[in-house]
């Protein structure tokens, strides 16, 4: 059990919020239309997370806007997308 202020331990047989987000992008999403299926989606999936779906602070869409935006900038996204370009590489 979580202690105070302590986030539960996801159940085994439950995806992770962030791997069903980017799964859902993988099969569903509209920006995969050309590429479904490939590594390449699978790529533009993980990245398509990481700057416009992972959820960022802010109490109006404009700060959260601001947020993204400086995600990118700042580069504190460029690990996680760096590893997902090393998985997906032929």
Known sequence: MAGQGQRPCPRQDQPAPA???ISNLFVHADTQA???GTRWAGYNALTEYANHVAPVRGKTSAERA???AERVISGAANDLMEKAFALTAV
Do not use: E, M, S
């Open 66 to 68: 601001d947020a993204r």
């Open 34 to 36: 050309g590429i479904r």
């Open 19 to 21: 791997l069903g987000a």
